[in-house]
């Protein structure tokens, strides 16, 4: 293979490598029954006119699978973050002790189970997309070698490859998918 095809395959390798990373990361903010500090990535406080992850504002900590401690460096934001919280609208409230914040995480009804599942799909689906996007332009690349002189054969191998990348990523996305499910489903 030429030098632009490896950068090619290279190239679309890392991009759905990339897809499956972010995956992996929106299956962590998926909570499956205990609590993890990772439940309250994403929300953000207006710390001092400045939006600012809740996780730069104080420390989280999970004392055991039921409960989130929050506890903020500056006391003075405490009722900011639990307004933060409550407005995210992650399914639990928290509870002001005066120092910390104290979150019980309610264990999952089915009904919540199900709807958490329908939410890793779309998450799955969403890597997908991107993943076929990824091979799309691959492809359009592998067609513009062509018109550029590369051989004939040597394009077509290179659309195999890169069809077996995206297949091999695909069925990545499936296994974490498959993992996911059962995890949100074992009570």
């Known amino acids: 293979m030429t030098e632009e095809t490896e ?7 890392e991009g759905m490598q990339l897809a499956v990373t972010h995956l992996e990361k929106e299956f962590q903010k998926i909570r499956a029954g205990k609590a993890s ?3 309250l990535e994403g929300v953000r406080i207006d710390y001092y006119g400045e939006m600012t992850p809740i996780e730069q504002t104080a420390n989280i900590s999970t004392p055991d699978a039921r409960q ?19 407005a995210a609208n992650l399914g639990f409230n928290p509870k002001n002790e005066g120092e910390i914040l104290r979150i019980v995480v309610p264990p999952l009804t089915e009904e919540r189970r199900r709807d958490l599942v329908k939410k890793a799909k779309m998450e799955a689906e969403n890597a997908k997309i991107s993943i076929r ?3 799309r332009s691959a492809n359009d690349t592998a067609k513009n ?41 074992t009570v």
Request: proline share 4%; glycine share 2%.
């Open 7 to 13: 950068f090619t395959l290279e190239e679309a390798r």
């Open 37 to 39: 500090p990772m439940m």
């Open 68 to 86: 989130i401690i929050v506890q903020p460096w500056d006391k003075s934001v405490l009722g900011l973050i639990e307004k933060a919280i409550m």
């Open 133 to 135: 996007n990824i091979r």
């Open 145 to 185: 070698l062509k018109k550029d002189g590369t051989p004939e054969d040597e394009v077509t191998r290179l659309e195999n490859e890169i069809q077996k990348i995206t297949d091999e990523f695909i069925s990545e996305v499936d296994k974490f998918l498959e993992a996911k499910e059962k995890d949100i489903m």
